[in-house]
């Protein structure tokens, strides 16, 4: 009796797994919810990408006024797709747009911006990680927006797309604005 618990006690730890692993293969990972939400940004201070023209950022730049910061990279195929709707957003919002430019080389940022537009008003480097890890980010693209007061208020885990930004990112950044 012993031999036959020991048998199947792996074997139904095992399928239990499986079960788990299974119902989660499909799930949005836009659902996952930021512990940041609705706290105070992490304090940090960014440099900015040599050759883009544009100043780095730190936590104090983002008071005064609703910001969109956007985590990218220019070897992240997702940020391409959504490079184009960053744009869009400037264009129709005028909100303040800081690119959190994750483990890039300089040089190759600025050829993917030289090449897609640049939106952004300024391009911190996150050469270390270090910044992206304080924020909570899994994975590039990323989207937050904070309001005035410096607090993140909304969180978009991957690219963002045409429904996205009508559904969810405009109506964050109007609600920033109004709150």
């Known amino acids: 009796m012993t031999r036959v618990a020991l048998v199947l006690l792996p074997l139904l730890l095992l ?4 079960a788990v692993f299974a119902m989660n293969m499909d799930r949005d990972p836009s659902l996952i919810r930021s512990v940041l939400i609705d706290k105070p ?11 883009t023209g544009k100043e780095g950022f730190d936590t104090a730049s983002l008071a005064g006024e609703v910001t969109v910061v956007n985590v990218f990279a220019s070897w992240c195929i997702p940020c391409r797709d959504e490079h184009p709707l960053l744009e869009v957003l400037k264009q129709r919002t005028g909100v303040r747009l800081y690119g959190l430019n994750q483990r890039d080389a300089p040089e190759n940022a600025v050829a993917f911006l030289s090449e897609l537009g640049n939106p952004y008003d300024r391009i911190g480097a996150d050469s270390d990680n270090r910044v992206s890890i304080d924020w909570g980010v899994y994975g590039v693209p990323e989207t937050f927006v904070v309001n005035a007061r410096g607090v993140i208020v909304y969180k978009h885990v991957g690219p963002i797309t045409p429904d996205s930004l009508e559904r969810e990112v405009l109506p964050a950044i109007e609600k920033a604005r109004a709150g």
């Open 41 to 51: 940004a992490p304090a940090f201070a960014l440099a900015a990408v040599a050759g």
């Open 15 to 18: 399928a239990a797994l499986v």
